[in-house]
Each structure stands twice: as C-alpha cells, then as structure tokens.
C-alpha cells in the first residue's frame, strides 16, 4: 500500500527529495499520519510553483517570439519554401509541449479541495493492485502499430496531427494504455478520411470556393443564417482570429437582428460543483441541470480571462457567453502529468462534459427562441470533423457547421495540406486579405466531414504575434 501512495504521489505532482529534510522531523515531533499530511502539503505547495514557474517561462518565450522570427512568415514572405516552414514548425513541436497554465489550475493545486482529494484517495489507491505500474505486452504491442501507422502515412501528417490530436504516450501507465487504444482505433479511419478526397477526382481541387473582399464577413453570416450550431475551432493565442469572431459575430447580429445569438466558449469556466463522494478521472461524471447554467456578465471577464477583450465587447453588444470548460475535471486531468492535456483521450473526456453543457442549455434556450443560433468556440483539437470525439460528431442531429481558422501564413500547414502536393498555388499563394474557402456541389458535406471543415477562414497574420500559439489547439 505504502508503495502504491509513493507512486500516486510522484505521479501528481514531483518528487518527495525536495521534502527530505522536513520528514525526519515531522515524523518525530507530530507522528506518521500528521507526517504524511504535511509531506502533502508540501507537494501541492510545490506542484503550485512548478505552474507558477512554467508560466513565467510562457510569459517569457512569448515576448522573445515578437522579437525572434518564429514559426510563421508574414504574407510578404510567401515565396518562402512550404517545405521551410513546416521544418521550423516541426521543429517547434519536437520540444517538450507547454502546459496550460490558467489561474484556476494553480488556485486548484493551493486549494483545500486539493490537499482534501489527496487525502480520500487513500482508500483508492489501497484497492489498486500494483502490477498495473508494469506495461503490459499489449501496451508494447500497440506503440508499435502506432509508430508503425504513422510512419507508413507520413504524408498524411502535414499539418501535424500526429503529433498533436492524435499524440500518442510512450510511458505506461493505465492512462496512457486507454490513449494509445484510441489513437490506433482513430488513425485507420484518420487516413481512410483523407485518401477518400485524394481519389475524388481531381482530388476536389474545383470544389474549394473562394470569398473575400471587405465585406467578408457578411458574407460568412449570410450563409449561416439557416444553420443553427457552428463550431469555430481556432490554435490558440492569435488576437487575429479573436477579431475574426468578433466581425462574425456582430455582422450575424446585424444580418439577422431579429435572431438570439449564442456563444459558448472553453476558455470560461463553469461554476464549481460540490460531489458527494471523491472523484477520481476515472469516475468522475458532472450531471448538467437545466437552469444551472446562467450567462456570463462583464464581471465575470476578468484581466486573467483568455481573449477577454474579444468577450468584453461581445457582451456589450448583447451577444450571449457561456461557459464550457469544467476546472473540477481538468484538474484531475493535470494531475495525470502535464503531457497528457492535450491527448486524444483527454480531449474526449473534456468534449463529453461540453456537449452536455450544450445540448442543456440549448434545449432550455429554445423552449423560448426555437430560431436561436448557437456558435461553438473552442481549439482546433476540439471541432475538426476528422479529429477522433470531436465535438461536430455529438449533434449530428444538428447537422453543424464547422469553421477552421487559420492564418493566411500557415495554409499550408491547415487541414487541407494534407489533401494537395505541397507546390499547389493554394499553399504557395495564400490570400493576403481576409477570405474564406468552402466546398461546393452535391458532395460538399461530404467533403466537409472528409477534411475537418466547412469553411475554412483564413486572416492575414499580425506581423507583431509571429510565432504565438501554433502547438495550441484544445
């Protein structure tokens, strides 16, 4: 058992060495149990710094990223090689990923719910059985299908998604067992996707229209005005793509006036919830209650909010904003180690909450504006069609729309680089104003669930933020 909690313990947050000098003594002058419960405190405590530290370290690569030329070259840099680009961006990815680091999950880690959840997880880990630490054969055995399968479709990888919605661990443990299960269920049908476009014949190059001009965004708002829910899926730390949804939005509000325009957001969190019993990820399980769920105001957009300018001013032109993002869940998610944030599993169960927060408040919104339109805004990792439990997959009843956003200096490592040579004009020549593609003819939603988007919105980078965000998308 003793075994067991050491190992539970190392694995939430650090290392005990730090603490070396303080056990002694606290064994000796308080007792084993009241021991054990400040070398708890002093791992929350030191979890705590780590994120407190790792945000500085954000903090500071972004400043040398306006300084330093990163990942992505303005639009008058477009001769640049494809091939150029996507060896700086791949370069970037091979790097250790950078956690998200938001308030709440530092005020988790300091909190007493925290110290509290440690403690009940006591019982929890003396029902574990200890040969669970060791990979088994199956484990090896599907690392290497996977590395196996992503190696033989390396072309189909050209906008990094094997390395980032479809990450698979190679460090066991029983999360990391569930993750990779699902990667190498994903990856077949991943690739089966994208071949179905590549055969289509001329691989659908005469399928992809074109709009732009000033008055873009209307245009977009005109053909969602019969659609009822959009999921707009951005990378993230692009202020570019947080004005694009502010014109969406506001040319919506004016196109159709008369129309409730709704948007739900990851980057606010729901209130906390007390549970009657401890909650482990495996177990945990947020029921949604009709009318427990009331809209954002301009108090709750405070300073460490992301993009709270963009929903400071939605508000105040009577957009509506709810919450998606469960804090209580993501919690118990960071604990599994920072790494795995961002994996297909994870991401699946942060999707399963969402769509339950959506499908709630929906149906309590329409009892009353049946012609409301919903708008989705979340990471990449969460709207594409093609990406594995993606949120568009929960409503196809719905019959939703997806937008991709994208920089017009990264096309070419979009959802779309993987259907075309890397020469193709679309990617050598990318609009330098704003414009958005989409597919056209009988086949267009097809299309659409065969390549992750509907549209795909494209903004000319701000040549202050290079660099930003890139290995953000859930």
């Keep these: 058992m003793k075994k067991c ?13 730090a603490q070396k000098n303080l056990l ?9 149990n009241v021991a ?34 990163g990942v992505r070259v303005p639009a008058a840099g477009k001769n640049a090689p494809v091939e150029s680009r996507q060896r700086v961006f791949g370069k970037q990815l091979a790097q250790p990923f950078s956690p998200r680091l938001e308030i709440n999950a530092i005020q988790f880690f300091n909190s007493k719910k925290f110290m509290q959840t440690l ?18 054969q199956q484990f090896a055995a599907t690392l290497q299908q996977i590395n196996a399968l992503k190696k033989q479709y390396a072309s189909f990888n050209k906008d990094f998604s094997f390395e980032l919605s479809l990450a698979h661990l190679t460090e066991f443990s ?48 005109r053909r969602l005005e019969q659609e009822k829910l959009v999921i707009v899926g951005e990378y993230h730390f692009v202020r570019p793509f947080q004005r694009a949804i502010m014109d969406l939005l506001l040319a919506a509000k004016k196109q159709y006036p008369a129309r409730r325009v709704v948007l739900f957001t990851e980057f606010l969190a729901l209130p906390e919830q007390q549970f009657a019993s401890v909650q482990t990820l495996e177990n945990y399980y947020r029921r949604i209650l009709p009318g427990s769920l009331p809209p954002q105001d301009l108090q709750d957009i405070t300073e460490k909010v992301y993009a709270k300018q963009l929903f400071r001013d939605l508000l105040k032109n009577q957009v509506e904003i709810y919450p998606l993002e469960d804090g209580q869940q993501r919690g118990l998610i960071i604990q599994q180690g920072f790494r795995f944030h961002d994996t ?39 709207s594409s069609w093609i990406k594995p439990v993606s949120l568009p997959k929960f409503f196809a009843a719905e019959n939703p729309v997806v937008i991709e956003l994208s920089l017009n ?19 050598t020549h990318p609009p330098r104003q704003t414009s958005f593609f989409f597919w056209k003819g009988a086949d267009a939603k097809a299309l659409a669930k065969h390549t992750g988007f509907d549209y795909l919105l494209v903004v000319p980078q701000d040549p202050l933020e290079k660099g930003k965000g890139k290995n953000e998308i859930s």
């Design 344 to 382: 297909p599993l994870a991401v699946s169960m942060r999707n399963k909450t969402w769509a339950r927060v959506i499908e709630t408040k929906m149906a309590e919104i329409r009892q009353t504006d049946p012609d409301a339109l919903f708008i989705v805004y979340v990471g990449l990792g969460h």
């Design 5 to 17: 909690v050491c190992c539970f313990l190392l694995f939430v947050a650090l290392p005990l060495a």
């Design 409 to 427: 200096s990264d096309v070419a490592v979009s959802s779309a680089a993987n259907l075309w040579a890397e020469d193709e004009d679309f990617f």
């Design 119 to 136: 403690q009940e997880k006591d019982a929890f880990l003396q029902q574990l059985d200890c040969k669970h630490s060791k990979p088994s």
């Design 36 to 69: 054990k419960s400040v070398a708890r405190q002093a791992v929350a405590a030191n979890a705590a710094r780590q994120i407190a530290g790792q945000a500085a370290l954000r903090h500071t690569a972004a400043q040398a990223s306006a300084v330093v030329p």
């Design 24 to 32: 002694p003594a606290a064994k000796a002058a308080l007792g084993e």
């Design 174 to 221: 029983r999360f990391a067992e569930k993750n990779n299960q699902m990667v190498l269920a994903a990856l077949p049908h991943y690739v089966q996707q994208i071949q179905w476009v590549r055969q289509y014949p001329n691989q659908a190059r005469h399928l992809l229209a074109q709009e732009s001009g000033p008055a873009v965004f209307f245009k977009l708002a």
